[in-house]
């Protein structure tokens, strides 16, 4: 799918979505913010939610007093709802990137992450060359000793969502895919239901990047 394909899919669901509505929405995204609760960050650390739609995980963020958190999607139309949602409190502590993470113009101007935070975002690449360039960008802006927070549809998940063909992991493929400068240090199935009542399982799962790059 080109770029311009992927970004009109993504703005057209968001145009006139009702966000509570969206098969992947959570009111309170509990496992990300557990999985992050067990990172070793300070409230100034940098944070990347790779992805973020309309997610409600920067109003959290923001409570719990980060302060350097990077919202980035495909859909200006997602950016902006999200801003539009989180308001005030989210002024100069949230800053909203429209860009792609298989193409990206303006994300490898930022300065590294402590976290990367991707849910729901990375089983729709499912070309080669595609899940390359998503690693290949996870790994550049990940500072050392940063963390990757994933969660992907599992084995067991549905294999199209929003229309669109998604690749189904365990946390072994993902640690595969992130390779051997990462060191798992946990991982769990865990099934969303969508606002209509259907199961959608997942894997989650949290690395941390070395420290120094293996020899
Ligand atoms: C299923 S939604 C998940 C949203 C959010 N992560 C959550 O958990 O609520 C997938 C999101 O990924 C975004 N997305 C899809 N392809 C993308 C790409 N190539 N670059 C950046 N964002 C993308 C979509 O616009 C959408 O907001």
Known sequence: MSRISRKRHWERIYEGAEEEKLSWYEEVPTLSLDLAGQCELDQNSRIL????GTSRLADFLLERGFTDIIATDISSQALALLKRRLGSPAAGKVTF????????????GFSPVQLWHDRAVLHFFID?????????LLRQ???PGGYALLAAFNLQSVKMCSGLPVMNYNAEMLSEALGDEFELLSSFD??????????????????????????
């Open 128 to 136: 080669e060359e595609d899940r390359q360039a998503y690693f290949d």
């Open 49 to 52: 939610i790779a992805g973020a």
């Open 190 to 215: 865990y099934t969303h239901h969508t606002p209509s009542g259907e199961p959608r399982p997942y894997v989650y799962g949290l690395w941390r990047k070395a420290f120094q790059r293996m020899a």
């Open 141 to 143: 802006m990940l500072a």
């Open 97 to 108: 990137v429209a860009d792609d993470l298989l193409q990206p113009k303006l994300l490898p």
